[in-house]
C-alpha cells in the first residue's frame, strides 16, 4: 500500500519560500506523476502542479513564477517551493500520487497533508 | 481555466436517503471528471474516475455518470460513513480544477 507523508515547516514569513517534502513508501516513485494540492481553511483545492520522475514539470499558471517541483528518486521523495509568500498561501497542502493515462489525471494516492501557516 | 461548479453546495438527508449530486463544467471535458470524498481533517479520497468508473474498494453504492459538462454522483442508500464533503475535478486539461465542493450532512 501506497504511503504519502509531507514534512516541512508549519510556519514562514511573508515573503520566504515555503519549502515541503513528500516522502512515498510502500511503493517506488518511478514512472508516476506526483502532485502538489492546497486547500485553505474551509475553502475547496487547488492543483499547485506535478513532476514527474524524470524530472518534467507541469504548474498552474496563476502560481508558476513561484513554483518550483523537484525530485530525488533515490530518497523516494519530491519536493515542493514556493517563493514570496503571502497570507494567501496558508493552507493546508497535500502531496499525492497522480496517475495520468488514456483515463486522464486522477490523484489516486494522498498524504495526510500539513498546514503551513504565513505570518511573521 | 475550466470551471468546475456543483450543486447543492450543501445537503441533508437522512440514513437510507438516495442522494445525487451534480457538477458542471464551463465547457466540454467528454469523461474526464473525478468525485472525490472529503471528511473533516482528513485528506480526499477518489471515489470514481473518468466520471463513471468505481476506484477499487469503494462501495457500490456510489456511482457516476455523465459527459460533456453535466455530470452526477449518486449514493444510493445513504450510510453514516457518507457524510462528508464531495468535490468533482476535471481533467481534461491543466490546470486541474475542481469544484466548490458538497457538503452532506446529517438531516
Known amino acids: 500500500q501506497v504511503q504519502l507523508q509531507e514534512s516541512g515547516p508549519g510556519l514562514v514569513k511573508p515573503s520566504e519560500t515555503l519549502s515541503l517534502t513528500c516522502n512515498v513508501s510502500g511503493g517506488s516513485i518511478s514512472s508516476y506523476y506526483w502532485s502538489w494540492i492546497r486547500q485553505p481553511a474551509g475553502k475547496g483545492l487547488e492543483w499547485i502542479g506535478h513532476i514527474y520522475t524524470s524530472g518534467s514539470t507541469n504548474y498552474n499558471p496563476s502560481l508558476k513564477s513561484r513554483v518550483t517541483m523537484s525530485v530525488d528518486t533515490s530518497k523516494n521523495q519530491f519536493s515542493l517551493k514556493l517563493s514570496s509568500v503571502t497570507a494567501a498561501d496558508t493552507a493546508v497542502y497535500y502531496c499525492?500520487?497522480?496517475?495520468?493515462?488514456?483515463?486522464?489525471?486522477?490523484?489516486?494516492?494522498w498524504g495526510q497533508g500539513t498546514l503551513v501557516t504565513v505570518s511573521s | 481555466d475550466i470551471q468546475m461548479t456543483q450543486s447543492p453546495s450543501s445537503l441533508s438527508a437522512s440514513v437510507g436517503d438516495r442522494v445525487t449530486i451534480t457538477c458542471r463544467a464551463s465547457r466540454s471535458i467528454s469523461s474526464y471528471l473525478n468525485w472525490y470524498q472529503q471528511k473533516p481533517g482528513k485528506a480526499p479520497k477518489l471515489l470514481i474516475y473518468v466520471a463513471s468508473s468505481l476506484q477499487s474498494g469503494v462501495p457500490s453504492r456510489f456511482s457516476g455518470s455523465g459527459s460533456g459538462t453535466d455530470f452526477t454522483l449518486t449514493i444510493s442508500s445513504l450510510q453514516p460513513e457518507d457524510f462528508a464533503t464531495y468535490y468533482c475535478q476535471q481533467s481534461y486539461s491543466t490546470p486541474n480544477t475542481f469544484g466548490q465542493g458538497t457538503k452532506l450532512a446529517i438531516k
Open positions: 499525492a500520487r497522480t496517475s495520468i493515462a488514456g483515463a486522464g489525471t486522477q490523484f489516486d494516492y
